[in-house]
């Protein structure tokens, strides 16, 4: 990554719609509140009638969709009654995706995934990336997308979440977005890649060893002052001391082609045994984020206006 600021901000004004091109100023990351679900004549959700609009996506400094990160299923020697609430939270989940989007969205292979079909790798590739900002787990795969599902998806909780999410980020993508910043979105994302491939989340969790994640956590604080703190068990967070400081690092953190979102005030960059075991990459892409937040004085500047 280049030390200059114009070089971050050519990456982020390539990642973000244009809408935020003139209203990223003024982007507050506060909630619109959760739209209701409606029915149907034949007691289904009629997801495709339940948004007039959407909350400023969390890529541009909006509220997350969700608090918490939803997380797919991992369990194993799923009861009958388990994988009968499995497949009905997936079907759901898949005529809702394909009411609001139009795309497909079926189980995949891996218990605990649902696979959405993106028209292009750059669709693929930017979805991703903002569904997990929005506290929704996705990892990407070419033109595929893996969403979280399970037996415990609720039609009203975790069901909406991530028909919700999707709905979001494909509406500012498609609706937001011309094919002219498509195809810019796809020569960075290209060009990234070629660097280094994204560091994302995994679709099984191999855990890293105890002391290598104490090793990795220790080196992240060294790097950069921040306290981690330890709530995921494939995630590694920062407290930033603030949001505003928070949305900065994980923009950051996009920019240098690393997986981001935020809790609050806390960063979370993932930790992912098969990309990287030793967490050098994961360790390289925080401090690099933070210096670039120190070189061009963005903490300073938050600190005085907070």
């Known amino acids: 990554m280049s030390d200059s600021m114009e070089e971050f901000e050519h990456r982020l004004r390539v990642l973000l719609p244009e809408t935020y091109q ?3 100023a003024a982007v507050q990351p506060r909630s619109m509140g959760s739209a209701g679900l409606r029915y149907g004549p034949d007691g289904k959700v009629e997801w ?6 959407f909350c400023h996506l969390a890529m541009a400094g909006g509220p997350p969709h969700r608090g918490k990160l939803l997380e797919p299923f991992r369990g194993s020697n799923l009861t009958p009654e388990q994988q009968t609430s499995m497949l009905a939270a997936s079907a759901e989940i898949g005529r809702g995706i394909g009411l609001v989007t139009r795309l497909c969205a079926e189980p995949a292979s891996r218990a605990g995934w649902l696979r959405l079909y993106c028209t292009s790798a750059a669709m693929a590739g930017w979805v991703a990336r903002a569904i997990v900002m929005e506290n929704v787990t996705a990892v990407v795969q070419g033109l595929s997308v893996f969403l979280p599902t399970g037996p415990h998806f609720r039609v009203e909780k975790e069901i909406k979440n991530v028909i919700t999410s999707v709905a979001k980020t494909c509406h500012y993508w498609q609706d937001h977005m011309t094919e002219a910043q498509h195809a810019q979105v796809a020569e960075l994302l290209a060009a990234m890649d070629r660097q280094m491939p994204l560091l994302q989340p995994g679709l099984d969790v191999t855990p890293i060893s105890e002391s290598t994640r104490r090793r990795i956590e220790d080196e992240i604080a060294q790097e950069t002052s921040f306290e981690v703190v330890d709530r995921y068990e494939d995630w590694v967070g920062l407290d930033c001391g603030s949001v505003a400081a928070a949305i900065w690092l994980m923009r950051a953190l996009a920019v240098c082609n690393c997986s981001a979102r935020r809790e609050e005030t806390i960063l979370f960059a993932p930790l992912n045994a098969q990309q990287d075991s030793d967490g050098t990459r994961v360790v390289a892409a ?6 670039m937040a120190r070189s061009f004085g963005v903490l300073q500047a938050l600190e005085v206006r907070a």
């Open 22 to 24: 003139v209203f990223d």
């Open 286 to 291: 925080l401090t690099e984020a933070t210096r």
């Open 48 to 53: 495709d009638k339940m948004w007039a609009t």
